[in-house]
Protein backbone atom coordinates (compact mmCIF):
# COMPACT_ATOMS: atom_id res chain seq x y z
CA UNK A 1 0.00 0.00 0.00
CA UNK A 2 1.82 2.99 -0.97
CA UNK A 3 1.51 6.29 0.81
CA UNK A 4 -0.10 8.98 -0.76
CA UNK A 5 1.91 11.46 1.54
CA UNK A 6 4.78 10.34 -0.44
CA UNK A 7 3.77 9.12 -3.71
CA UNK A 8 5.66 6.66 -5.55
CA UNK A 9 8.65 7.53 -3.17
CA UNK A 10 8.10 5.67 -0.06
CA UNK A 11 5.51 4.18 2.42
CA UNK A 12 4.28 6.05 5.32
CA UNK A 13 5.12 4.69 8.88
CA UNK A 14 1.53 4.01 10.61
CA UNK A 15 2.11 2.58 13.28
CA UNK A 16 4.68 1.41 16.52
CA UNK A 17 4.47 -0.99 19.03
CA UNK A 18 6.28 -1.50 22.02
CA UNK A 19 6.55 -4.40 24.53
CA UNK A 20 9.31 -5.96 27.46
CA UNK A 21 9.82 -8.88 28.52
CA UNK A 22 12.01 -10.17 31.19
CA UNK A 23 13.22 -13.68 31.32
CA UNK A 24 15.03 -15.48 34.05
CA UNK A 25 18.54 -17.08 33.81
CA UNK A 26 18.76 -20.89 33.85
CA UNK A 27 21.59 -20.36 37.04
CA UNK A 28 22.84 -17.78 39.20
CA UNK A 29 25.33 -15.36 36.54
CA UNK A 30 27.83 -13.05 37.66
CA UNK A 31 30.90 -11.35 36.27
CA UNK A 32 33.80 -9.53 37.47
CA UNK A 33 31.32 -6.09 38.67
CA UNK A 34 28.08 -7.12 38.47
CA UNK A 35 25.52 -10.37 39.16
CA UNK A 36 21.91 -10.72 37.71
CA UNK A 37 19.16 -13.38 37.71
CA UNK A 38 17.32 -12.17 34.50
CA UNK A 39 17.10 -10.17 31.22
CA UNK A 40 15.11 -7.79 30.07
CA UNK A 41 14.33 -7.44 26.54
CA UNK A 42 12.35 -4.58 24.58
CA UNK A 43 10.86 -5.41 21.34
CA UNK A 44 9.35 -2.93 18.80
CA UNK A 45 7.25 -3.29 16.03
CA UNK A 46 6.87 -0.64 12.95
CA UNK A 47 4.04 -1.23 10.93
CA UNK A 48 3.54 0.60 6.77
CA UNK A 49 1.56 -0.61 5.25
CA UNK A 50 1.25 -4.49 4.89
CA UNK A 51 4.50 -5.18 6.52
CA UNK A 52 6.08 -4.90 9.73
CA UNK A 53 9.39 -4.35 11.32
CA UNK A 54 10.97 -5.77 14.17
CA UNK A 55 13.80 -4.28 16.49
CA UNK A 56 14.97 -5.03 19.91
CA UNK A 57 16.99 -4.19 23.24
CA UNK A 58 18.50 -5.35 25.93
CA UNK A 59 17.52 -2.99 28.58
CA UNK A 60 15.32 -1.84 31.06
CA UNK A 61 11.10 -1.56 31.06
CA UNK A 62 11.97 2.11 31.26
CA UNK A 63 13.24 2.33 27.43
CA UNK A 64 9.81 0.59 26.31
CA UNK A 65 8.73 3.39 28.17
CA UNK A 66 10.58 6.03 25.99
CA UNK A 67 9.38 4.50 23.09
CA UNK A 68 5.59 4.95 23.86
CA UNK A 69 5.57 8.20 24.98
CA UNK A 70 8.03 10.47 22.82
CA UNK A 71 9.93 8.44 20.10
CA UNK A 72 6.65 6.42 18.56
CA UNK A 73 5.09 10.25 17.71
CA UNK A 74 8.42 11.36 16.11
CA UNK A 75 8.96 8.70 13.77
CA UNK A 76 5.21 7.80 12.89
CA UNK A 77 3.97 9.57 9.52
CA UNK A 78 7.23 9.35 8.38
CA UNK A 79 8.53 7.92 5.19
CA UNK A 80 9.83 4.53 6.37
CA UNK A 81 12.62 4.70 3.56
CA UNK A 82 14.41 7.30 4.85
CA UNK A 83 15.66 5.51 7.99
CA UNK A 84 18.57 8.28 8.59
CA UNK A 85 16.05 10.92 8.77
CA UNK A 86 14.05 9.09 11.04
CA UNK A 87 17.39 8.03 13.15
CA UNK A 88 18.26 12.05 13.09
CA UNK A 89 14.99 12.61 14.34
CA UNK A 90 15.13 10.68 17.37
CA UNK A 91 18.10 11.95 18.54
CA UNK A 92 16.90 15.44 18.44
CA UNK A 93 14.00 14.80 20.42
CA UNK A 94 16.09 12.90 23.24
CA UNK A 95 18.44 16.46 23.50
CA UNK A 96 17.07 17.61 26.78
CA UNK A 97 16.59 13.72 28.29
CA UNK A 98 20.49 13.07 27.71
CA UNK A 99 21.77 11.45 24.68
CA UNK A 100 23.54 7.87 26.47
CA UNK A 101 21.69 5.27 28.55
CA UNK A 102 18.18 4.53 28.25
CA UNK A 103 17.39 6.84 25.25
CA UNK A 104 20.07 5.71 23.07
CA UNK A 105 19.13 2.24 23.72
CA UNK A 106 15.39 2.93 22.75
CA UNK A 107 16.59 4.75 19.39
CA UNK A 108 18.33 1.55 18.98
CA UNK A 109 15.23 -0.35 19.09
CA UNK A 110 13.02 1.36 16.74
CA UNK A 111 15.93 2.53 14.42
CA UNK A 112 16.12 -1.91 14.18
CA UNK A 113 13.17 -2.32 13.23
CA UNK A 114 12.81 0.53 10.70
CA UNK A 115 15.92 -1.38 9.21
CA UNK A 116 14.10 -4.34 9.08
CA UNK A 117 11.01 -3.01 7.91
CA UNK A 118 12.58 -1.11 5.41
CA UNK A 119 14.01 -4.54 3.80
CA UNK A 120 10.53 -6.31 4.15
CA UNK A 121 9.06 -3.34 1.75
CA UNK A 122 11.56 -4.08 -0.82
CA UNK A 123 11.47 -7.74 -0.41
CA UNK A 124 15.27 -7.59 0.67
CA UNK A 125 17.52 -9.58 2.93
CA UNK A 126 18.88 -6.39 5.17
CA UNK A 127 22.46 -7.50 3.99
CA UNK A 128 21.55 -7.26 0.57
CA UNK A 129 20.42 -3.76 1.59
CA UNK A 130 23.25 -2.87 3.26
CA UNK A 131 25.90 -4.42 0.43
CA UNK A 132 27.18 -7.57 1.56
CA UNK A 133 31.01 -7.74 1.60
CA UNK A 134 31.47 -11.15 3.71
CA UNK A 135 29.44 -14.27 3.33
CA UNK A 136 29.07 -15.13 7.00
CA UNK A 137 30.32 -13.50 10.45
CA UNK A 138 32.60 -15.26 12.75
CA UNK A 139 31.98 -15.67 16.57
CA UNK A 140 33.51 -16.08 19.53
CA UNK A 141 31.48 -18.23 22.30
CA UNK A 142 30.87 -15.81 25.56
CA UNK A 143 29.74 -17.01 28.85
CA UNK A 144 31.95 -18.58 31.42
CA UNK A 145 30.55 -16.56 34.12
CA UNK A 146 32.17 -15.50 37.58
CA UNK A 147 29.62 -17.87 39.33
CA UNK A 148 29.76 -21.03 37.83
CA UNK A 149 31.31 -23.83 38.93
CA UNK A 150 34.93 -25.48 37.62
CA UNK A 151 32.15 -28.12 35.99
CA UNK A 152 30.08 -25.61 34.71
CA UNK A 153 32.56 -23.67 33.10
CA UNK A 154 34.41 -26.37 31.75
CA UNK A 155 31.51 -27.97 29.82
CA UNK A 156 30.34 -24.56 28.58
CA UNK A 157 33.75 -23.43 27.00
CA UNK A 158 34.60 -27.27 25.78
CA UNK A 159 30.73 -27.72 24.00
CA UNK A 160 31.32 -24.79 22.23
CA UNK A 161 34.57 -25.75 20.97
CA UNK A 162 33.29 -29.20 20.27
CA UNK A 163 30.49 -27.57 18.28
CA UNK A 164 33.17 -25.98 15.98
CA UNK A 165 33.61 -22.35 17.69
CA UNK A 166 37.06 -22.15 17.35
CA UNK A 167 37.52 -18.96 20.18
CA UNK A 168 35.43 -18.74 23.52
CA UNK A 169 35.48 -16.03 25.85
CA UNK A 170 35.30 -16.36 30.10
CA UNK A 171 34.56 -13.70 32.69
CA UNK A 172 37.07 -13.16 35.34
CA UNK A 173 37.69 -10.41 38.00
CA UNK A 174 35.04 -11.46 40.99
CA UNK A 175 38.06 -13.27 43.02
CA UNK A 176 41.19 -11.73 41.45
CA UNK A 177 43.47 -14.37 43.24
CA UNK A 178 41.27 -17.63 41.80
CA UNK A 179 41.63 -15.68 38.12
CA UNK A 180 44.58 -17.76 37.00
CA UNK A 181 43.82 -21.17 38.38
CA UNK A 182 39.85 -20.34 36.46
CA UNK A 183 41.59 -19.66 33.40
CA UNK A 184 44.09 -22.81 33.08
CA UNK A 185 40.85 -25.00 33.87
CA UNK A 186 39.02 -23.06 30.77
CA UNK A 187 42.78 -24.14 29.08
CA UNK A 188 42.28 -27.76 29.93
CA UNK A 189 38.84 -27.66 28.94
CA UNK A 190 38.69 -26.12 25.45
CA UNK A 191 42.75 -28.01 24.15
CA UNK A 192 45.72 -26.09 22.99
CA UNK A 193 44.38 -25.21 19.79
CA UNK A 194 41.24 -22.83 20.26
CA UNK A 195 41.28 -19.05 21.15
CA UNK A 196 40.83 -18.47 24.76
CA UNK A 197 39.01 -14.85 25.76
CA UNK A 198 39.13 -13.42 29.07
CA UNK A 199 36.70 -10.31 30.06
CA UNK A 200 37.28 -8.48 33.46
CA UNK A 201 34.46 -5.91 32.82
CA UNK A 202 36.81 -3.51 34.53
CA UNK A 203 37.26 -5.44 37.44
CA UNK A 204 40.97 -5.30 37.85
CA UNK A 205 43.32 -2.34 39.06
CA UNK A 206 45.76 -0.95 36.47
CA UNK A 207 48.90 -2.82 38.51
CA UNK A 208 46.45 -6.15 38.84
CA UNK A 209 45.66 -6.05 34.77
CA UNK A 210 49.47 -5.60 33.96
CA UNK A 211 50.11 -8.46 36.11
CA UNK A 212 47.38 -10.91 35.31
CA UNK A 213 48.02 -10.06 31.51
CA UNK A 214 51.38 -11.47 31.75
CA UNK A 215 49.81 -14.33 33.42
CA UNK A 216 46.94 -15.40 31.32
CA UNK A 217 49.32 -15.08 28.31
CA UNK A 218 52.16 -17.48 30.11
CA UNK A 219 50.27 -19.77 31.32
CA UNK A 220 47.36 -20.39 29.05
CA UNK A 221 47.57 -18.65 25.77
CA UNK A 222 45.18 -16.19 26.05
CA UNK A 223 44.71 -13.78 23.13
CA UNK A 224 42.17 -10.89 23.93
CA UNK A 225 41.76 -9.37 27.20
CA UNK A 226 38.31 -7.44 27.63
CA UNK A 227 38.15 -3.78 30.01
CA UNK A 228 41.03 -5.07 31.99
CA UNK A 229 40.15 -2.07 34.13
CA UNK A 230 37.46 0.38 33.53
CA UNK A 231 36.54 1.13 29.83
CA UNK A 232 36.01 4.98 32.05
CA UNK A 233 39.64 4.60 32.21
CA UNK A 234 41.27 5.37 29.43
CA UNK A 235 44.54 6.06 30.30
CA UNK A 236 44.43 2.69 31.88
CA UNK A 237 43.44 0.98 29.18
CA UNK A 238 46.17 3.01 27.21
CA UNK A 239 48.88 1.42 29.58
CA UNK A 240 47.73 -1.64 29.66
CA UNK A 241 47.72 -2.10 25.94
CA UNK A 242 50.65 -0.36 25.50
CA UNK A 243 52.75 -3.46 28.23
CA UNK A 244 50.33 -6.29 27.21
CA UNK A 245 52.12 -9.31 25.65
CA UNK A 246 52.52 -9.87 22.20
CA UNK A 247 49.59 -11.01 20.74
CA UNK A 248 47.14 -10.27 23.54
CA UNK A 249 44.39 -7.90 22.17
CA UNK A 250 43.22 -5.19 24.53
CA UNK A 251 38.91 -4.53 24.07
CA UNK A 252 36.44 -2.06 25.40
CA UNK A 253 33.69 -0.42 23.98
CA UNK A 254 30.51 -2.07 25.09
CA UNK A 255 28.97 0.53 26.79
CA UNK A 256 29.81 3.38 24.13
CA UNK A 257 26.23 5.01 23.03
CA UNK A 258 27.62 7.79 21.15
CA UNK A 259 30.08 8.56 18.38
CA UNK A 260 32.00 10.56 20.38
CA UNK A 261 32.60 8.46 23.02
CA UNK A 262 34.25 5.84 20.73
CA UNK A 263 35.79 8.76 19.04
CA UNK A 264 37.42 9.75 22.64
CA UNK A 265 38.54 5.95 22.94
CA UNK A 266 40.07 5.65 19.64
CA UNK A 267 41.96 8.97 19.98
CA UNK A 268 43.45 8.33 23.13
CA UNK A 269 44.75 5.15 21.83
CA UNK A 270 43.17 2.83 24.36
CA UNK A 271 42.18 -0.18 22.83
CA UNK A 272 43.48 -2.52 20.15
CA UNK A 273 40.35 -3.82 18.94
CA UNK A 274 36.98 -1.77 19.68
CA UNK A 275 33.81 -2.94 20.58
CA UNK A 276 30.13 -1.69 19.73
CA UNK A 277 26.81 -3.12 20.40
CA UNK A 278 24.38 -1.99 17.89
CA UNK A 279 21.15 -2.51 20.98
CA UNK A 280 23.17 0.77 22.73
CA UNK A 281 24.90 2.72 19.67
CA UNK A 282 21.59 3.92 18.25
CA UNK A 283 20.53 0.72 16.38
CA UNK A 284 22.35 -0.61 13.23
CA UNK A 285 22.53 3.35 11.90
CA UNK A 286 24.89 4.43 15.11
CA UNK A 287 26.25 0.80 14.67
CA UNK A 288 27.92 1.55 10.94
CA UNK A 289 28.39 5.12 11.87
CA UNK A 290 30.79 3.47 14.68
CA UNK A 291 32.60 1.05 11.81
CA UNK A 292 33.27 3.93 9.43
CA UNK A 293 34.91 5.67 12.48
CA UNK A 294 37.14 2.64 13.21
CA UNK A 295 37.72 1.94 9.56
CA UNK A 296 39.37 5.47 9.04
CA UNK A 297 42.13 4.63 12.06
CA UNK A 298 42.66 1.02 10.38
CA UNK A 299 41.30 -0.24 13.14
CA UNK A 300 38.55 -3.66 13.32
CA UNK A 301 35.39 -3.58 15.18
CA UNK A 302 33.92 -6.61 16.86
CA UNK A 303 30.16 -6.68 17.80
CA UNK A 304 28.77 -7.05 21.72
CA UNK A 305 26.14 -8.78 22.33
CA UNK A 306 23.03 -9.62 20.89
CA UNK A 307 24.28 -12.10 18.36
CA UNK A 308 20.60 -12.54 16.00
CA UNK A 309 20.51 -8.28 15.19
CA UNK A 310 24.42 -7.91 14.44
CA UNK A 311 24.73 -10.81 11.62
CA UNK A 312 23.40 -8.37 8.90
CA UNK A 313 25.52 -5.49 9.44
CA UNK A 314 28.45 -7.23 10.31
CA UNK A 315 28.44 -9.00 6.78
CA UNK A 316 28.21 -5.40 5.61
CA UNK A 317 31.32 -4.16 7.31
CA UNK A 318 34.35 -4.09 5.73
CA UNK A 319 36.55 -3.95 9.11
CA UNK A 320 34.58 -6.11 11.08
CA UNK A 321 36.51 -8.62 13.33
CA UNK A 322 34.12 -10.83 15.22
CA UNK A 323 30.84 -10.83 16.90
CA UNK A 324 29.64 -12.25 20.98
CA UNK A 325 28.01 -15.21 21.05
CA UNK A 326 26.56 -14.33 24.36
CA UNK A 327 24.95 -17.11 25.84
CA UNK A 328 22.16 -15.04 27.91
CA UNK A 329 21.31 -13.53 24.19
CA UNK A 330 20.97 -16.69 22.39
CA UNK A 331 19.42 -18.57 24.80
CA UNK A 332 16.86 -15.38 24.95
CA UNK A 333 16.46 -15.08 21.04
CA UNK A 334 16.00 -18.74 20.25
CA UNK A 335 13.18 -18.28 22.83
CA UNK A 336 11.52 -15.49 20.97
CA UNK A 337 12.35 -15.51 17.51
CA UNK A 338 12.01 -17.97 14.47
CA UNK A 339 14.42 -17.84 12.05
CA UNK A 340 17.63 -17.31 14.43
CA UNK A 341 20.08 -19.28 12.79
CA UNK A 342 22.77 -21.76 14.41
CA UNK A 343 26.68 -21.25 14.06
CA UNK A 344 28.39 -23.71 10.75
CA UNK A 345 32.04 -23.83 11.61
CA UNK A 346 32.64 -21.16 13.67
CA UNK A 347 30.33 -18.58 11.83
CA UNK A 348 26.51 -16.96 11.47
CA UNK A 349 25.13 -16.93 8.20
CA UNK A 350 22.49 -14.06 7.13
CA UNK A 351 19.63 -16.11 5.56
CA UNK A 352 19.01 -14.93 2.51
CA UNK A 353 15.77 -16.49 1.44
CA UNK A 354 14.07 -14.04 4.24
CA UNK A 355 13.72 -10.44 4.10
CA UNK A 356 14.79 -8.05 6.62
CA UNK A 357 16.38 -9.99 9.87
CA UNK A 358 15.08 -13.14 8.37
CA UNK A 359 13.36 -13.07 12.06
CA UNK A 360 9.49 -13.68 13.14
CA UNK A 361 8.04 -13.42 16.58
CA UNK A 362 6.79 -16.38 18.52
CA UNK A 363 3.57 -14.71 20.13
CA UNK A 364 2.42 -17.13 21.77
CA UNK A 365 5.62 -18.72 23.33
CA UNK A 366 6.87 -14.89 25.14
CA UNK A 367 3.25 -14.01 26.73
CA UNK A 368 4.32 -15.48 30.19
CA UNK A 369 7.57 -13.53 30.06
CA UNK A 370 5.44 -9.83 29.46
CA UNK A 371 5.88 -6.57 31.33
Sequence with gaps: ????????????????????????????????????DATTIV????????????????????TATLVK?????????ENALNVPACWKAMVEAVRNLGRPGIASMAIAAVDVALWDLKARLLDLPLVSLLGAVREAAPIYGSGGFTSYSREQLQRQLGDWVQAG????????????????QRVREAREAIGPDSELFVDANGAYSRKQALAL??????????TWFEEPVSSDDLEGLRLVRDRAPAGMAIAAGEYGYD??????????????VLQADATRCGGITGFLRVGALVEARSMQ??????????????????????????????RIEHMF??????????????????????????????TKYVL
Design 259 to 272: LWYFNRMLEAGAVD
Design 301 to 330: LSAHCGPTLHIHPCCALNNFRHMEYFYDHV
Design 69 to 77: TMLAQVVQG
Design 337 to 366: FAGVPTPIQGALHPDLSRPGLGLELKRSDI
Design 213 to 222: AQTFAAESGV
Design 43 to 62: LVEVQAGDKRGLGYTYADVS
Design 1 to 36: MVSTKFGDNGVAIEHIDVSAYKVSTDSPESDGTYSW
Design 165 to 180: IPRVKMKIGTHPDADP
